[in-house]
């Protein structure tokens, strides 16, 4: 899949210093603004070529707002945050882990494309099971991780499928439909830190 790329040092007139919730808010506003609802599952590259430093207020506020919003939208477009300098990142780590979330993190030429996905942050045991099994097998059903892992009853098949609806509205899994049936796959394999 072709990713939809938005310079964020852009859409903030050139600072290369993102703070604060009124400057989160403004991003949050214009990333909506610039991305339209594609038919097809398709990774948006939030890009931080150029910023040195954001802070949690500024991420919670925009970046992260905006990845909850298209999530509580059910939406096809799922947020990777690329080409982080080392202060966002940590920034970014920080408030990922207290609020035990999770998101992908790559670089990004374009030229090259995506390079060196990596999932940051932090997921509760279970969804970190689960988000590991999918990666191994694409295109899996909830039915289909319950009988690898043991788990015959219909109780454990539903905890299969409770881990895997938390993890795609954290925008890490795309479910994918085919009448009743719900497979998943994760937004490309990734190198867990």
């Known amino acids: ?10 859409l903030m007139d050139g600072a290369d210093v993102l703070f604060g919730v009124p400057m989160g808010r403004q991003c949050f506003a214009k990333l909506l603004e610039r991305t339209a609802e594609p038919l097809q599952p398709s990774v948006v590259l ?18 992260l707002a905006y990845r909850q919003h298209l999530r509580g939208q059910s939406s096809n477009l799922y947020p990777v945050f690329a080409n982080l300098a080392p202060a966002v990142t940590d920034s ?23 390079m060196g996905p990596t999932l940051i942050g932090q997921l509760e045991p279970k969804q970190k099971l689960t988000f590991d099994a999918v990666g191994a097998v694409p295109d899996v059903t909830a ?3 319950a009988r690898k892992a043991g788990d015959e009853d219909d109780v454990r098949v539903t905890a299969w499928n409770n881990r895997l609806a938390a993890l795609v509205q ?10 009743r049936k719900k497979t998943f796959r994760t937004i490309f394999a990734v190198e867990a830190s």
Do not use: N, W
């Open 46 to 63: 939030l890009d931080f070529e150029g910023v040195v430093s954001a802070t949690v207020s500024f991420l919670r506020e925009g970046p």
């Open 1 to 10: 899949m072709q990713p939809i790329h938005l310079l964020v040092r852009e």
């Open 143 to 145: 039915a289909e991780l």
């Open 170 to 179: 954290k925008g890490l899994l795309i479910e994918m439909r085919t009448g």
């Open 92 to 114: 970014l780590t920080d408030y990922l882990v207290a609020s035990r979330d999770a998101v992908f993190t790559c670089e990004f030429v374009p030229s090259r494309g995506v």
